[in-house]
């Protein structure tokens, strides 16, 4: 079975200073999915970003980047520039693609308080 | 275009009473997702629907859990009997197709349960 496991409970930064956020996960599929949701106060989960199993390229979306090496099995996502705004708990997920109907395992999410 | 709205947006019941969820997906979202966030189990997948398929139960808790969708679109999540451990945020996502997991799910705001 699947599993998410995001180590970091909460995190407390500064204002403008970079988070990362670990996310680790299992699967025996050799196709899956793998996502970040943001949860801010008003409580609804906002896509952030989705990456494959096939395509390890890193990639930088704004203050937005993350690391996706499957050698080691993880995710990892990183705010750069921290901001105010950007105080919510994030949450990594897996999706083991359509034969599992794309429903999507939760890891226990990070809260991030930045800190002005 | 308006997003995934649920209704109530909170309940509160007394123990032993039925409850009913409402969801309304994004026009044109031919998959449908019924998750549960509680402080002890995080975020879990409860049930999924695509189009006129068979839904996907296999997240659901016990059998006073049901759900269905009526023309392919609202959907309604009914508890029976409740239970204080039913007490949670209940959050419907919709997708485009969910047989392919390219599609990220659109969530709700949420119905916060709450058993008395």
């Known amino acids: 079975a699947q599993k998410v496991t995001q180590a970091q409970t909460e995190i407390s930064v500064v204002e403008k200073e970079d988070v990362t956020l670990d996310c680790v996960y299992e699967t025996r599929d050799t196709t899956y999915y793998l996502f970040w949701y943001k949860q801010p106060p008003s409580g609804e989960l906002v896509f952030l970003i989705r990456r494959n199993s096939f395509d390890e390229q890193n990639e930088i979306s704004g203050r937005y980047s993350w690391n996706f090496q499957k050698s080691t099995s993880s995710f990892n996502f990183t705010i750069t520039a921290s901001q105010v705004v950007d105080s919510a708990v994030y949450f990594c997920a897996l999706s083991e693609g359509a034969a599992a109907g794309n429903k999507l395992t939760f890891g226990g999410g990070t809260r991030v308080l930045v800190k002005p | 275009g308006a997003g995934v709205s649920q209704s109530p947006s909170n309940k509160v019941t007394e123990k032993g009473k039925d409850v009913e969820l409402r969801c309304d997906p994004i026009?044109?979202?031919?998959?449908l997702y019924w998750y549960r966030q509680s402080l002890g189990q995080g975020l879990e997948f409860l049930i999924y629907?695509?189009?006129?398929?068979?839904?996907?139960k296999s997240g659901l808790p016990s059998d006073r859990f049901s759900a269905e969708r009526t023309g392919g679109s609202v959907s309604t999540l009914t508890i029976q009997r409740t239970q204080q451990e039913d007490s949670a945020v209940y959050l419907c996502?919709?997708?485009?197709?969910?047989?392919?997991?390219?599609?990220?799910?659109?969530f709700g705001p949420g119905t916060r349960l709450t058993v008395l």
């Open positions: 026009s044109g979202h031919t998959a």
């Open positions: 996502a919709s997708s485009l197709e969910g047989g392919s997991s390219y599609n990220e799910q659109f």
């Open positions: 629907f695509q189009g006129n398929s068979a839904p996907d």
